[in-house]
Protein backbone atom coordinates (compact mmCIF):
# COMPACT_ATOMS: atom_id res chain seq x y z
CA UNK A 1 0.00 0.00 0.00
CA UNK A 2 1.34 3.33 -0.60
CA UNK A 3 2.00 6.01 2.07
CA UNK A 4 -0.69 8.01 0.83
CA UNK A 5 -3.26 5.12 0.82
CA UNK A 6 -4.78 6.14 -2.59
CA UNK A 7 -5.81 2.76 -4.21
CA UNK A 8 -4.92 2.34 -7.97
CA UNK A 9 -7.70 0.64 -10.00
CA UNK A 10 -8.32 0.25 -13.70
CA UNK A 11 -10.21 -2.21 -16.18
CA UNK A 12 -8.77 -4.94 -18.69
CA UNK A 13 -9.40 -2.94 -21.39
CA UNK A 14 -6.37 -0.64 -20.44
CA UNK A 15 -4.01 -3.92 -21.25
CA UNK A 16 -1.83 -3.26 -17.81
CA UNK A 17 1.05 -5.74 -17.34
CA UNK A 18 -0.14 -8.16 -14.76
CA UNK A 19 3.12 -8.37 -13.14
CA UNK A 20 3.13 -4.50 -12.66
CA UNK A 21 -0.50 -5.06 -11.19
CA UNK A 22 0.76 -7.15 -8.85
CA UNK A 23 3.94 -5.26 -7.65
CA UNK A 24 1.45 -2.02 -6.75
CA UNK A 25 -1.86 -3.46 -5.83
CA UNK A 26 -3.57 -2.33 -8.43
CA UNK A 27 -6.86 -3.57 -8.83
CA UNK A 28 -8.25 -4.64 -12.28
CA UNK A 29 -11.49 -4.55 -12.86
CA UNK A 30 -11.84 -7.21 -15.95
CA UNK A 31 -14.29 -7.18 -19.33
CA UNK A 32 -16.45 -9.83 -19.80
CA UNK A 33 -16.40 -11.99 -23.33
CA UNK A 34 -19.70 -13.54 -23.86
CA UNK A 35 -20.66 -16.02 -26.40
CA UNK A 36 -24.14 -17.04 -28.12
CA UNK A 37 -24.74 -20.61 -25.99
CA UNK A 38 -25.24 -17.86 -22.70
CA UNK A 39 -21.24 -18.92 -21.74
CA UNK A 40 -19.29 -15.61 -20.39
CA UNK A 41 -16.02 -15.06 -18.94
CA UNK A 42 -14.13 -12.91 -17.05
CA UNK A 43 -10.96 -11.32 -19.82
CA UNK A 44 -8.07 -12.58 -18.75
CA UNK A 45 -8.97 -14.57 -15.62
CA UNK A 46 -10.95 -17.77 -16.86
CA UNK A 47 -10.55 -17.42 -20.93
CA UNK A 48 -6.88 -16.36 -22.33
CA UNK A 49 -6.29 -14.65 -25.83
CA UNK A 50 -5.29 -18.04 -27.08
CA UNK A 51 -9.12 -19.59 -26.21
CA UNK A 52 -10.76 -16.39 -28.18
CA UNK A 53 -8.46 -17.28 -31.05
CA UNK A 54 -9.37 -20.99 -30.86
CA UNK A 55 -13.00 -20.28 -30.80
CA UNK A 56 -13.38 -17.20 -33.63
CA UNK A 57 -13.72 -20.25 -35.86
CA UNK A 58 -17.21 -20.44 -34.45
CA UNK A 59 -17.88 -17.08 -32.81
CA UNK A 60 -17.24 -14.00 -32.91
CA UNK A 61 -18.10 -13.46 -29.15
CA UNK A 62 -19.36 -9.92 -27.60
CA UNK A 63 -17.95 -7.78 -24.69
CA UNK A 64 -19.72 -6.20 -21.64
CA UNK A 65 -18.32 -4.15 -19.35
CA UNK A 66 -18.08 -4.82 -15.52
CA UNK A 67 -21.30 -4.53 -13.75
CA UNK A 68 -22.29 -1.71 -11.26
CA UNK A 69 -22.34 -4.65 -8.40
CA UNK A 70 -19.16 -5.55 -9.28
CA UNK A 71 -17.51 -1.85 -9.74
CA UNK A 72 -19.12 -1.14 -6.05
CA UNK A 73 -17.52 -4.02 -5.07
CA UNK A 74 -14.47 -3.77 -6.03
CA UNK A 75 -14.07 0.22 -4.72
CA UNK A 76 -15.36 -1.36 -1.12
CA UNK A 77 -12.82 -3.81 -1.07
CA UNK A 78 -10.04 -1.37 -1.40
CA UNK A 79 -11.67 0.91 1.10
CA UNK A 80 -12.09 -2.42 3.68
CA UNK A 81 -8.14 -3.09 2.88
CA UNK A 82 -7.14 0.63 3.93
CA UNK A 83 -7.43 2.52 1.35
CA UNK A 84 -8.86 6.06 2.09
CA UNK A 85 -9.53 7.16 -1.49
CA UNK A 86 -9.30 5.61 -4.92
CA UNK A 87 -8.08 7.07 -8.81
CA UNK A 88 -9.84 4.79 -11.43
CA UNK A 89 -8.28 4.93 -14.94
CA UNK A 90 -10.31 3.53 -17.61
CA UNK A 91 -10.24 2.69 -21.11
CA UNK A 92 -11.98 5.43 -23.41
CA UNK A 93 -15.65 6.33 -22.34
CA UNK A 94 -16.19 6.50 -26.39
CA UNK A 95 -15.20 3.05 -27.15
CA UNK A 96 -16.69 1.57 -23.96
CA UNK A 97 -19.62 2.61 -21.06
CA UNK A 98 -17.58 1.47 -18.57
CA UNK A 99 -15.92 4.79 -17.30
CA UNK A 100 -19.66 6.32 -16.93
CA UNK A 101 -20.56 3.57 -15.23
CA UNK A 102 -17.71 3.27 -12.57
CA UNK A 103 -18.70 7.42 -12.14
CA UNK A 104 -22.44 6.80 -11.63
CA UNK A 105 -21.36 4.24 -8.50
CA UNK A 106 -18.59 6.24 -7.12
CA UNK A 107 -20.59 9.38 -6.55
CA UNK A 108 -23.21 7.20 -4.40
CA UNK A 109 -20.46 5.96 -2.19
CA UNK A 110 -19.56 8.00 1.09
CA UNK A 111 -16.65 8.20 2.84
CA UNK A 112 -14.17 7.35 -0.01
CA UNK A 113 -13.40 9.86 -2.72
CA UNK A 114 -12.88 8.39 -6.37
CA UNK A 115 -11.22 10.16 -9.12
CA UNK A 116 -12.34 8.53 -12.15
CA UNK A 117 -9.68 9.51 -15.56
CA UNK A 118 -10.45 8.89 -18.97
CA UNK A 119 -7.56 7.97 -20.74
CA UNK A 120 -9.77 8.18 -24.25
CA UNK A 121 -7.50 5.98 -25.05
CA UNK A 122 -7.22 1.86 -25.33
CA UNK A 123 -5.17 -1.14 -24.66
CA UNK A 124 -1.22 -0.28 -23.73
CA UNK A 125 -1.44 2.67 -23.96
CA UNK A 126 -4.66 3.44 -21.70
CA UNK A 127 -2.43 1.27 -19.60
CA UNK A 128 0.74 3.08 -19.62
CA UNK A 129 -1.53 5.92 -18.29
CA UNK A 130 -2.41 3.73 -15.54
CA UNK A 131 1.58 3.69 -14.60
CA UNK A 132 1.77 7.57 -14.87
CA UNK A 133 -1.33 7.18 -12.35
CA UNK A 134 0.41 4.65 -10.26
CA UNK A 135 4.12 6.83 -10.09
CA UNK A 136 2.31 10.05 -9.29
CA UNK A 137 0.67 8.80 -5.93
CA UNK A 138 3.77 6.63 -5.16
CA UNK A 139 5.79 10.05 -5.50
CA UNK A 140 3.21 11.91 -3.01
CA UNK A 141 1.62 14.27 -5.55
CA UNK A 142 -1.67 15.23 -3.62
CA UNK A 143 -5.29 13.42 -4.48
CA UNK A 144 -6.49 16.94 -5.63
CA UNK A 145 -3.81 17.46 -7.75
CA UNK A 146 -3.91 14.13 -9.34
CA UNK A 147 -6.87 14.84 -11.69
CA UNK A 148 -4.56 18.19 -13.32
CA UNK A 149 -1.66 16.19 -13.72
CA UNK A 150 -3.23 12.92 -15.49
CA UNK A 151 -5.55 14.88 -17.81
CA UNK A 152 -1.61 16.36 -18.93
CA UNK A 153 -0.98 12.75 -19.21
CA UNK A 154 -3.77 11.71 -21.35
CA UNK A 155 -2.77 14.51 -23.73
CA UNK A 156 0.66 13.62 -24.09
CA UNK A 157 -0.07 9.82 -25.25
CA UNK A 158 -1.29 8.60 -28.62
CA UNK A 159 -1.84 4.88 -29.44
CA UNK A 160 -1.44 3.68 -33.08
CA UNK A 161 -2.39 0.03 -34.43
CA UNK A 162 -3.11 -1.89 -37.74
CA UNK A 163 -4.71 -5.02 -38.69
CA UNK A 164 -4.81 -7.58 -41.28
CA UNK A 165 -8.57 -7.79 -41.25
CA UNK A 166 -10.96 -5.20 -40.41
CA UNK A 167 -14.06 -7.59 -40.45
CA UNK A 168 -13.56 -7.80 -36.57
CA UNK A 169 -13.62 -3.83 -35.87
CA UNK A 170 -16.65 -3.33 -38.24
CA UNK A 171 -18.69 -6.16 -36.41
CA UNK A 172 -17.96 -4.69 -33.10
CA UNK A 173 -19.11 -1.68 -34.20
CA UNK A 174 -15.75 0.01 -33.84
CA UNK A 175 -15.81 1.22 -37.19
CA UNK A 176 -18.17 2.75 -39.95
CA UNK A 177 -18.27 1.47 -42.74
CA UNK A 178 -16.56 4.00 -44.88
CA UNK A 179 -13.43 2.83 -43.14
CA UNK A 180 -14.06 -0.51 -43.96
CA UNK A 181 -15.28 -0.96 -47.77
CA UNK A 182 -11.82 1.14 -47.86
CA UNK A 183 -9.81 -1.94 -46.36
CA UNK A 184 -12.26 -4.87 -48.08
CA UNK A 185 -12.67 -3.48 -51.82
CA UNK A 186 -8.92 -1.70 -52.48
CA UNK A 187 -6.72 -3.68 -49.90
CA UNK A 188 -6.04 -0.26 -47.82
CA UNK A 189 -4.87 -1.06 -44.50
CA UNK A 190 -5.43 1.68 -42.50
CA UNK A 191 -3.44 2.96 -39.45
CA UNK A 192 -6.07 3.68 -36.81
CA UNK A 193 -5.49 6.19 -33.79
CA UNK A 194 -7.81 6.90 -30.83
CA UNK A 195 -8.60 11.07 -31.38
CA UNK A 196 -8.68 13.44 -28.68
CA UNK A 197 -12.23 12.36 -27.72
CA UNK A 198 -11.30 8.76 -28.08
CA UNK A 199 -12.83 7.28 -31.01
CA UNK A 200 -11.26 5.28 -33.44
CA UNK A 201 -10.01 7.21 -36.23
CA UNK A 202 -8.12 7.00 -39.34
CA UNK A 203 -4.55 8.37 -38.73
CA UNK A 204 -3.24 7.23 -42.57
CA UNK A 205 -3.83 4.85 -45.32
CA UNK A 206 -1.43 2.32 -46.61
CA UNK A 207 -2.07 -0.09 -49.55
CA UNK A 208 -0.94 -3.48 -47.89
CA UNK A 209 0.27 -4.89 -44.45
CA UNK A 210 3.75 -4.09 -44.60
CA UNK A 211 3.34 -0.24 -45.85
CA UNK A 212 0.97 -0.11 -42.97
CA UNK A 213 3.48 -0.86 -39.88
CA UNK A 214 5.55 1.23 -41.93
CA UNK A 215 3.60 3.91 -41.89
CA UNK A 216 2.52 3.41 -38.27
CA UNK A 217 6.02 3.26 -37.51
CA UNK A 218 6.43 6.90 -39.13
CA UNK A 219 3.76 7.80 -36.96
CA UNK A 220 4.82 7.09 -34.13
CA UNK A 221 8.19 8.64 -34.27
CA UNK A 222 6.89 11.64 -35.21
CA UNK A 223 4.74 12.03 -32.29
CA UNK A 224 7.65 11.39 -30.23
CA UNK A 225 9.94 13.41 -31.45
CA UNK A 226 8.10 16.38 -30.40
CA UNK A 227 9.48 15.78 -26.86
CA UNK A 228 12.78 15.62 -25.34
CA UNK A 229 11.63 11.97 -23.38
CA UNK A 230 9.23 9.45 -24.15
CA UNK A 231 8.17 6.32 -23.28
CA UNK A 232 7.31 3.70 -26.32
CA UNK A 233 5.23 0.57 -26.43
CA UNK A 234 4.37 -2.30 -28.59
CA UNK A 235 1.56 -4.49 -28.72
CA UNK A 236 0.89 -7.89 -30.55
CA UNK A 237 -0.71 -11.15 -30.91
CA UNK A 238 0.38 -14.56 -31.31
CA UNK A 239 -0.19 -14.48 -34.63
CA UNK A 240 1.98 -10.73 -34.89
CA UNK A 241 4.46 -12.12 -31.95
CA UNK A 242 7.43 -12.03 -34.77
CA UNK A 243 7.57 -7.80 -35.18
CA UNK A 244 7.80 -6.86 -31.71
CA UNK A 245 11.82 -6.37 -32.04
CA UNK A 246 11.10 -5.72 -35.54
CA UNK A 247 9.43 -2.80 -34.31
CA UNK A 248 11.40 -1.51 -31.96
CA UNK A 249 14.49 -1.63 -34.04
CA UNK A 250 12.48 0.79 -36.89
CA UNK A 251 11.05 3.48 -33.95
CA UNK A 252 14.14 3.95 -32.34
CA UNK A 253 16.01 4.26 -35.77
CA UNK A 254 13.77 7.26 -36.14
CA UNK A 255 13.35 9.04 -32.45
CA UNK A 256 15.54 11.38 -31.80
CA UNK A 257 14.02 11.74 -28.05
CA UNK A 258 15.39 10.21 -25.48
CA UNK A 259 13.70 6.46 -25.01
CA UNK A 260 13.05 6.29 -21.09
CA UNK A 261 11.38 2.81 -21.03
CA UNK A 262 9.96 0.78 -24.42
CA UNK A 263 7.24 -2.00 -22.95
CA UNK A 264 6.28 -4.77 -24.53
CA UNK A 265 3.23 -7.32 -24.26
CA UNK A 266 0.14 -9.85 -25.63
CA UNK A 267 -2.53 -8.42 -26.40
CA UNK A 268 -5.74 -8.93 -23.80
CA UNK A 269 -8.55 -11.47 -24.67
CA UNK A 270 -11.67 -8.78 -24.67
CA UNK A 271 -9.26 -6.41 -27.26
CA UNK A 272 -9.19 -9.20 -29.29
CA UNK A 273 -12.50 -9.64 -29.88
CA UNK A 274 -12.68 -6.37 -31.57
CA UNK A 275 -9.35 -6.60 -33.84
CA UNK A 276 -8.66 -10.32 -34.89
CA UNK A 277 -5.78 -12.28 -34.40
CA UNK A 278 -3.47 -10.36 -36.63
CA UNK A 279 -3.04 -7.02 -34.74
CA UNK A 280 0.13 -4.82 -34.48
CA UNK A 281 0.02 -1.53 -32.10
CA UNK A 282 2.64 0.61 -30.99
CA UNK A 283 2.20 4.05 -28.97
CA UNK A 284 3.96 7.04 -27.56
CA UNK A 285 4.24 9.18 -24.42
CA UNK A 286 5.63 12.06 -23.24
CA UNK A 287 8.18 11.92 -20.31
Known sequence: MNAQRIAIITDS???????????????????????????????????????VVRRFADEIPKTSLPSPHEIETTLRKAKADGYERAVVVTIASALSATNHTVQMVADQLEDFPVLVIDTKSIGMMAGMVVRRATALVEEGVPFAELDGRLQGVVEDTDVFFAVKSLDYLYEGGRINAAIYRLGSILNIKPVLTCNREGYYTMAKKARGWERALEAMVRLVAERANRFERVRLAVCFTQATARLRDVLEERVRAQVKADVVEFLSQELQPDLMVHTGPNLVGMGVQGA
Open 13 to 51: GTDTDPAFCREHDIRVMPLHINYSDGSSFSSGVDISSAE
